[in-house]
Nanobody, 127 residues
Framework: QPQLVESGGGLVQPGGSLRLSCVAS????????IGWFRQAPGKEREGVWC????????NFGDSVKGRFTISRDNAKNTVYLQMNNLKPEDTAVYYC????????????????????WGKGTLVTVSS
């Protein structure tokens, strides 16, 4: 049974940094794109970044460009989301998800096509 487990969330002050990790098991990691998504209270789940096993990636908007980066360690079946210069509006539950695709196109990384989801990790940005 495929399983994705997120970790690394917590409380951080504005301007601070966090690194989230997503460890996958029970699936052919090299044949899946892995995406990071977030859901703030009262809002829909939205994409953040998505990465393929070859390292190509796509992000979902200007709100995180220049502040968040995604990386992947295929040997460890792990994808990371480095979040810098965090803002209160980044407060959300962050989820990772997997889709059986080789290329991290926007379409391969949409919320509605992801096959497997983790349970999420809460990130709170507050002073």
């Amino acid at each position: 049974q495929p399983q994705l487990v997120e970790s690394g969330g917590g409380l951080v002050q504005p301007g601070g940094s966090l690194r989230l990790s997503c460890v996958a098991s029970g699936l052919s990691f090299d044949y899946h794109v892995i995406g990071w998504f977030r859901q703030a209270p009262g809002k829909e789940r939205e994409g953040v970044w998505c990465i393929s096993s070859s390292g190509d990636s796509t992000n979902f908007g200007d709100s995180v460009k220049g502040r968040f980066t995604i990386s992947r360690d295929n040997a460890k079946n792990t994808v990371y989301l480095q979040m810098n210069n965090l803002k209160p509006e980044d407060t959300a539950v962050y989820y990772c998800a997997a889709n059986s695709a080789l290329i991290a196109t926007r379409r391969n990384c949409e919320v509605d096509v992801m096959e497997y989801w983790g349970k999420g990790t809460l990130v709170t940005v507050s002073s």
